[in-house]
């Protein structure tokens, strides 16, 4: 089983930084992804910034050059460093990564979510 754990929400005003970090736990091979996700109230879980093994990086339009997605391999933590922040950056933010759970079967791999931590930037 594995499992994601999340830190470094909370509330703060616009133009602020803050840094989420999520670890995981477990029995398992290789992560092949990490990546933050987020939802707004009334709105659908969107993708934020993405890294893949590579260190090859994705991120939404609205976060470019405000948000650093970073991985720890050793750790296996994936960061988000969050600058610039903007009101409607408000979310619960989600950790994903995408595990391999034995070597040599592909079939193993599995998707994982946080618990999710609520990020409030007011104006």
């Known amino acids: 089983q594995v499992q994601l754990v999340e830190s470094g929400g909370g509330l703060l005003q616009a133009g602020g930084s803050l840094r989420l970090s999520c670890a995981a736990s477990g029995s398992f091979f290789s992560i092949n992804a990490m990546g933050w996700y987020r939802q707004a109230p009334g709105k659908q879980r969107d993708l934020v910034a993405r890294?893949?093994?590579?260190?090859?990086?994705n991120y939404a339009d609205s976060v470019k050059g405000r948000f650093t997605i970073s991985r720890d391999n050793a750790k296996n933590t994936v960061s988000l460093q969050m600058n610039s922040l903007k009101p409607e950056d408000t979310a619960v933010y989600y950790c994903n990564m995408v595990v391999q759970i034995s070597p040599g079967i592909k079939s193993s791999v599995y998707i994982y979510w946080g618990q999710g931590t609520q990020v409030t930037v007011s104006s």
């Open positions: 890294i893949i093994s590579g260190d090859s990086t």
